[in-house]
């Protein structure tokens, strides 16, 4: 298991379980697993998603935005739910950007 921390310093945790859960369905992400852990961190921009989870945004290139949703359980824990790409800039309701 690794550790990342959130824009709101909340440790958001990417269980080994949960990462081959990501690559089995996504596996164009299987070498960018630090890069996972490097959006939640350090991201353009989060937005709102569903049912209190965020969603982590980075450009990585010509139409390709990594996106990590994840869910902040208190100010001392979270977890990654999942990770993908887009080809074009996410939208939503950004609630924080760099």
Known sequence: METAYSVNNVPIR????RWYHIIENHDDLASYFHD???TV????????????TLKASKN???KK?????????????GF?????FLTAK?????????
């Open 36 to 38: 996972v852990l490097d």
């Open 14 to 17: 990417l269980t080994y379980e």
């Open 65 to 77: 935005w990594l996106i990590v949703i994840y869910k902040e359980l208190s100010k001392e824990d």
């Open 80 to 84: 990654i739910i999942t990770s993908y």
């Open 60 to 62: 990585m290139g010509k």
């Open 90 to 98: 996410p939208k939503g309701k950004i609630i924080w950007k760099r």
């Open 41 to 52: 961190e350090n991201p353009e921009f989060v937005m709102q998603g569903n049912q209190g």
